[in-house]
């Protein structure tokens, strides 16, 4: 039976992180990822916000309520038991989903909290981890993961939201802040092979970049929280997350369509070139 040494969970302790390697069967993981790729995305995406320009699939989410050979490894006994130690105390899956970080075209993640998507559910603290299960080689050639190393100790820090590439609200730390981080806690690449696993902290600052390479980075991740943090009032608080973040894309799109409204019939109106290069005077002298 797998059991963490006390030097592994001290380290989990401090850092906000700890890899384990060869935690399952890479033919296992080899599995879930072939299947991984033979399903039709157009079969399990709830809508286009869970697609990327260039990527059918970016997010395969509520895998518990699926029942699928992949909520049975985000769920298994050995990451329960393995998050519990971490923890010192009992953990459970409450949210679990695939993110694929597809080749050539996956986008960034920019550096965040989790806690900044959870805390407003009703949740009393950061006593949260997440465990991350590659599908694929994971490392820096193709956008893996990067942590600032014992972040997690700062607790929760102030973050802005901003519109993703697919109109949703994210949140994300600023370049003030990031350049605060820098000078003082370690930037780590996380380097994964099939098999091994990555668990962090709810608080652990964490980001990745987009996935310009021809290798896909694709992982599932299992998001736990600890029994002595249950949630309160767990409807109305997702409610208000909801309308929260669902008010700032309204706002934001708005925004956006009466920019480019304007600057769509501004343009059809006259004759003269009111905004962007190329100028024609120019590319007649070429």
């Keep these: 039976m797998f059991e963490l040494k006390n030097n592994q969970i001290k380290s989990f302790k401090d850092n906000g992180y700890l890899v384990v390697k060869s935690f399952f069967k890479s033919s296992l993981i080899k599995k879930a990822s072939l299947k991984l790729k033979s399903l039709n995305p157009k079969k399990i995406i709830k809508s286009w916000t869970e697609t990327e320009p260039g990527v059918p699939l970016a997010v395969y989410s509520a895998l518990g309520s699926k029942k699928n050979d992949f909520y049975k490894i985000a769920s298994s006994k050995k990451i329960l038991k393995t998050a519990s130690q971490l923890m010192n105390e009992k953990v459970y899956v409450w949210h679990s989903k695939i993110n694929v970080k597809d080749k050539w075209a996956g986008t960034?993640?920019?550096?965040?909290?989790?806690?900044?998507?959870?805390?407003?559910?009703?949740?009393?603290?950061?006593?949260?981890?997440?465990?991350?299960?590659?599908?694929?080689?994971?490392?820096?050639?193709n956008a893996g993961l990067k942590l600032f190393k014992k972040s997690h100790?700062?607790?929760?820090?102030?973050?802005?939201?901003?519109?993703?590439?697919?109109?949703?609200?994210?949140?994300?730390?600023?370049?003030?802040?990031?350049?605060?981080?820098?000078?003082?806690?370690?930037?780590?690449?996380i380097d994964l092979n099939l098999g091994d696993v990555l668990f962090f902290h709810s608080s652990i600052v964490h980001g990745s970049s987009h996935n310009s390479s021809g290798n896909s980075r694709?992982?599932?991740?299992?998001?736990?929280?600890?029994?002595?943090?249950?949630?309160?009032?767990?409807?109305?608080?997702?409610?208000?997350?909801?309308?929260?973040?669902?008010?700032?894309?309204?706002?934001?799109?708005?925004?956006?369509?009466?920019?480019?409204?304007?600057?769509?019939?501004?343009?059809?109106?006259?004759?003269?070139?009111?905004?962007?290069?190329?100028?024609p005077s120019e590319e007649k002298q070429n």
Aim: net charge positive; with cysteine.
């Design 108 to 141: 960034a993640e920019y550096y965040h909290q989790d806690q900044v998507y959870w805390r407003d559910r009703g949740y009393k603290s950061d006593k949260m981890l997440s465990c991350m299960i590659p599908l694929d080689k994971h490392n820096s050639q």
């Design 218 to 279: 694709s992982i599932i991740l299992s998001q736990l929280n600890t029994h002595s943090n249950l949630p309160s009032d767990v409807k109305n608080n997702a409610i208000k997350f909801n309308l929260k973040r669902a008010k700032f894309e309204f706002e934001e799109e708005k925004k956006r369509l009466n920019w480019f409204k304007k600057k769509y019939y501004n343009q059809k109106k006259t004759n003269k070139i009111i905004f962007s290069a190329p100028i």
């Design 153 to 189: 100790k700062l607790g929760f820090i102030k973050h802005e939201p901003f519109i993703n590439i697919n109109g949703l609200c994210k949140f994300m730390l600023n370049q003030r802040r990031l350049d605060q981080l820098n000078k003082s806690y370690k930037l780590i690449d």
